[in-house]
């Protein structure tokens, strides 16, 4: 009698265990050749852009290609002293290609950025050296305008000299590398990203709170009321919640304006004169007011949801042991609905944090938040780059965030209405 | 709620004020939505009401600004709407059919690493709509499909999808494989057994994860305005530029279409998920 165990063999007279891993990995197939075209299609129209904007955001070729020869020169340079003869006339050669290409403009405006007072020496630089003779260049650059004999400019364009750049990223917390490369800030009454910064939480954290306290009793008599009144009153949190929202806005954006419904009422009442209607719109208060409603259902539905499944006769058995009602709503029912207040916190913060239109329609110029200034440099100012780095900086926070939600809820318990 | 007869009075008083907060919330959440109906029918310019609607004048009330959406001059709603709808009827079938068939995928147990790729499929959701839209107007530009009605079609596609993946995953959860195993033994292939026996029992999650596709398209302006030229504006658009530059009636008119639209949807979003719970024995 054999002591081995007879391997189990299909009909085929493969092993069965063989055979098992071989449907097994069909079935990996099959399942994965499923989501297969939804995440290639993700990937690539959504995945490797926002990895572009990364790329763009500390890309800085652009005067790295426009001025090699004299990149190339300067690395031989301290940086102290004005450079020799060999990287002016490296900068010359460099310059007149750009010239022939009509390029120039737009290295005045790069060099501008890094420092102020490029422009004009540029043009007069443009102008001048059409008539430059041979040899000397040093000489008969520093001739055109004295700022081009200011060591300080030709450090200017050695900072340029590296392919990348965290300069973007500084920028949007309002600081920026000095002469001699250290990080300091730029001088108080010019530091706007980081009241925008502070502005955004604190508009999303308030929100959030408001939120949260408006939602909490509704949820509460929602989860408790009989089916049919319920249901009924269901409907006021999910209509907004399903209507457009731009409707809703234009709607804050009437009842809040100094002739809208809201500032009539007041007046009606004598609550404030004709005269003195206060402005409760383009500014904080405007987008307080609007985002709270907007964000509402948000936080309701998840905390109706954790409501729903707590059972009343827990609140009666507290009682019953002898809480008040007070005690027993505070040691029994508030830390079930835990799990609800944080999904519908989270869900807050993040939508709000990441806000345009509705700040844009009634914050006004106080009440505008860090996307309404990204719009801004992709559409007006068109300096993508800096757009890129603080979207970047923006989708860090909102992951950091995202990443304590899956923590504490789990991505998988997503609640839709 | 009825309070019992022994009730305390300081218990009646918190009663009552508890109620008072709940009602003023309600009120919160849906009057803003009331004041558009009535100040659409203005026969007035103004955005607030007139002396005259005041007094229920039947003379203060109009309907001109619903003409002027349907007839006026400079009438940009026309082609608005008929942008919007077809977007958001394409954009609603591609999210459909990609989100139900990933969802498939993502639900069988032999699906490997499912939740990195469940985070990818759902990322466009939870990132802010401005990155988004950042990014996907990088990308559109560079295919050559900016202010084209493709690129904004897949551009909602991108947004609409985690919704139907959503839905449908959840629809899913609740499913008996066991019915396929039964198709299947009794000899029908994998594509009929959908067809027949999967799809019909998932539609209600198919369905409501298609109406928020349609709803996000339908009422989406971020990504649409770093995208749109001036041929493929579309209802979010133009309200967006009419609140920015005037506040005009007309607007009224189509928000108050809008809600009706909304309602609309919501009801049917209703029903769908009332009989999806039914279906999958959740509501008892």
Not at chain 1, 58 to 86: S, Y
Request: glycine letters at 6%; proline letters at 4%; aromatic letters at 12%.
């Amino acid at each position: 009698m054999s002591s081995e165990t007879q391997k189990i063999l299909t009909t085929d007279g493969i092993p069965l265990e063989v055979s098992l891993k071989k449907a097994e990995r069909r079935n990996k197939i099959k399942a994965f050749l499923l989501v297969a075209p939804l995440l290639l299609f993700l990937i690539i129209t959504y995945v490797f852009p926002i990895g572009d904007m990364l790329m763009r955001s500390v890309d800085d070729k652009m005067v790295t290609e426009m001025l090699p020869k004299t990149f190339k020169a300067m690395e031989k340079w301290d940086g102290k002293e004005l450079p020799e003869e060999e990287v002016f006339k490296a900068f010359y050669l460099d310059f007149r290609q750009l010239v022939d290409e009509k390029r120039e403009g737009k290295l005045s405006t790069q060099l501008n950025y890094t420092k102020n007072g490029f422009k004009s020496i540029i043009k007069k630089l443009r102008r001048k050296s059409k008539n430059f003779e041979e040899g000397n260049y040093k000489e008969q650059i520093m001739a055109v305008h004295k700022r081009w004999a200011d060591v300080e400019y030709w450090k200017a364009i050695k900072r340029r000299a590296p392919a990348y750049t965290s300069q973007k990223y500084l920028k949007g917390m309002d600081m920026f590398k000095n002469e001699n490369g250290e990080i300091v800030s730029v001088s108080e009454d010019r530091r706007i990203h980081r009241i925008l910064w502070l502005r955004t939480l604190e508009i999303a954290f308030f929100v959030t709170l408001f939120c949260f306290l408006m939602a909490y009793p509704i949820a509460h008599l929602l989860a408790t009321l009989p089916m049919k009144y319920s249901n009924l009153l269901m409907i006021c949190v999910l209509l907004p919640f399903w209507t457009s929202l731009l409707v809703r806005t234009a709607s804050w954006m009437i009842l809040l304006q100094q002739q809208g419904v809201v500032n009539d009422f007041f007046v009606g009442l004598g609550l404030v004169a004709d005269d003195a209607r206060p402005e409760m719109m383009y500014n904080k208060t405007g987008t307080y007011v609007a985002m709270t409603q907007i964000l509402l259902p948000f936080m309701v539905l998840p905390l109706y949801s954790v409501m729903k499944t707590i059972s009343p006769s827990l609140m009666r058995a507290g009682k019953s042991l002898g809480g008040t009602p007070i005690v027993a709503f505070w040691k029994v029912y508030f830390p079930l609905t835990i799990p609800g207040i944080g999904a519908g916190c989270l869900l807050c913060f993040i939508l709000a944090i990441g806000y345009y239109i509705t700040p844009a329609l009634v914050g006004g110029a106080s009440g505008t938040l860090i996307s309404n200034q990204i719009a801004f440099h992709m559409k007006s100012t068109l300096d993508w780059s800096f757009a890129s780095a603080m979207g970047l900086m923006l989708l860090s926070g909102v992951l950091a965030i995202y990443w304590v939600y899956n923590k504490l809820v789990g991505i998988d318990n997503i609640k839709l209405g | 709620m009825a309070l019992p007869k022994h009730t305390e009075l300081h218990y009646r008083i918190w009663h009552y004020f508890y109620l008072t907060i709940c009602g003023a919330v309600f009120f919160f959440l849906i009057a803003p939505l009331f004041v558009i109906f009535p100040l659409s029918f203005n026969a007035e310019e103004f955005l607030s009401f007139s002396d005259g609607m005041k007094r229920l004048d039947p003379d203060a009330f109009s309907l001109r600004w619903y003409k002027d959406m349907i007839y006026g001059t400079k009438n940009p709603w026309g082609l608005a709407a008929k942008n919007s709808f077809i977007i958001a009827i394409f954009a609603t079938i591609g999210s459909v059919l990609l989100g139900t068939v990933a969802a498939l995928g993502l639900s069988s147990r032999h699906m490997p690493y499912k939740g990195i790729i469940m985070a990818v499929l759902i990322s466009p959701m939870i990132v802010p709509l401005i990155i988004s839209g950042v990014a996907i107007f990088f990308f559109m530009a560079k295919a050559g499909l900016a202010a084209t009605h493709t690129g904004i079609v897949l551009a909602h596609i991108i947004l609409g999808t985690p919704f139907v993946v959503i839905t449908v995953t959840a629809t899913l959860s609740g499913f008996d494989h066991s019915v396929t195993r039964a198709a299947a033994s009794l000899g029908s292939n994998p594509v009929n057994t959908f067809m027949k026996i999967t799809l019909p029992l998932i539609l209600p999650g198919v369905i409501s994860g298609g109406l928020f596709a349609f709803v996000t398209s339908f009422d989406e302006v971020v990504v649409v305005l770093f995208l749109a030229g001036l041929e493929n504006t579309t209802i979010p658009i133009q309200m967006w530029t009419g609140l920015r530059e005037q506040l005009s009636p007309t607007i009224l008119a189509v928000a108050t279409c809008l809600i009706i639209l909304s309602t609309l949807i919501l009801v049917t979003a209703e029903l769908l998920r009332r009989r999806s719970e039914r279906l999958r024995g959740i509501n008892r």
